[in-house]
């Protein structure tokens, strides 16, 4: 059938003793897809890599891969290799030796093994240290080997667990283009978990943003970034202003920075129902002078400020203790008096705020 998940997670829960990893997750993944899965530390985002190599036994729940129930299926018999930050490359082996294992492992003869290894050592560029020890090779070049490793199998999936975390700036990113080249041109599945937005935002076509082992949210980056579905999610990207409040029945919500709108497609509203807003950082404005028109504003005092290369982002306080933030060029933000404990006016226009109802 077209268009049939490669994988179905079906109400799987993930248990330790009494402690649930992972709790009762739906969620399917495509074929030829890049998927992250994001969240903070101890979310559940390795256990749910784990559950789909077959290193971690579901409590409940079925995992399915191509329409097959796989949850008995051992690790080495599902075709799901895994790649690690920590790589477990075999240091008693070569490169070419660590890249033909997988196949010796299959039965493969040795003279396709040497020309698959081969073939996929000069792919990652890492030809000329086929006969080098791992220990003799940087991160960047051990991160080939290991890709190259999973690869040579052709496997219809790949996983891989935070692979650029250990690499520096410059390595990340470059990494980073490696595997998005090579994920479109093999056109496998790859299945991310990373802690890092830019990673998870660049490279994948859906990204999966997890808190405390439930999904909180599946979709592309740009939906998820214009449109977080709950308070935890827009907290965690933490590029937005938010507030919570009640509905006031007359499209406002009472928060504790004062009434502010709601956005036109919200203010249907019911009266006390429970409401967030949200703004996103570079959707608001700075100004020494009170706002005019129909914008919503608060007052604020600078807190801080930081740099991010043609922007920087300035911190505020308002009055309440709630953190406000403003992302601005350089140009923007030199015709203002930028100093900690300066009083502001940050201000957006009401149709530019994103509504997340309590649900
Ligand atoms: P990190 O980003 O820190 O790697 P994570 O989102 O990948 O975190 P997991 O490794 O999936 O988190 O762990 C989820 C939770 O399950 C954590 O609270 C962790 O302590 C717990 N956990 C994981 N493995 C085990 C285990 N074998 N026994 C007991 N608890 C475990």
Known sequence: MQNEPLVTFNGVIKKFGGFVAVQKLDLEIHKGEFLA???????????????????????????????????????????????????????????????????????????????????????????????RNIAQLSGGQRQRVALARSLVVEPEILLLDEPLSALDANLKVRMQSVLQGLQQELGITFVYVTHSQSEAFSMADRVVIMSKGVVEQVGTAQEIYRAPKTRFVAEFLGSSNIFSGKCDGNGNLETAVGKLHLPKAGTTQRKGQSATI??????????????????????????????????????????????????????????????????????????????????
């Not at 899965?37 to 579901?58: E, H, Q």
């Not at 079925?62 to 949850?71: A, V």
């Not at 008995?72 to 033909?100: G, K, Y």
Request: hydrophobic share 40%.
């Open 278 to 359: 949200v703004i996103l950082d570079t959707r608001a404005h700075l100004s020494v002078t009170q706002p005019k028109g129909d914008v919503d504003f608060v007052r604020a005092n600078v807190i801080g400020e930081e740099f991010t290369g043609a922007t920087a982002t300035i911190y505020l306080e308002a009055e309440d203790g709630s953190e406000l933030r403003v992302q601005k060029d350089h140009e923007t933000l030199a015709a203002l008096p930028i100093n900690v404990g300066q009083s502001l006016y940050v201000s957006w226009q009401p149709n530019e705020t994103h509504l997340i109802p309590d649900v």
């Open 37 to 131: 899965i994001m969240g903070s530390s101890g979310c559940g985002k390795t256990t749910t890599l784990r559950m789909l190599a077959g290193l971690d036994a579901p409590t409940e729940g079925e995992i399915r891969l191509s329409g097959k129930p796989i949850n008995d299926l051992p690790t080495w018999q599902r075709d799901t290799p895994m790649v690690w930050q920590s790589l477990a490359l075999f240091p008693f082996l070569n490169v070419i030796e660590n890249v033909e294992f997988a196949l010796k492992m299959r039965g493969v003869g040795a003279k396709e093994r040497r020309s698959r290894a081969e073939n996929w050592l000069e792919r990652m560029q890492i030809s000329e240290f086929a006969t």
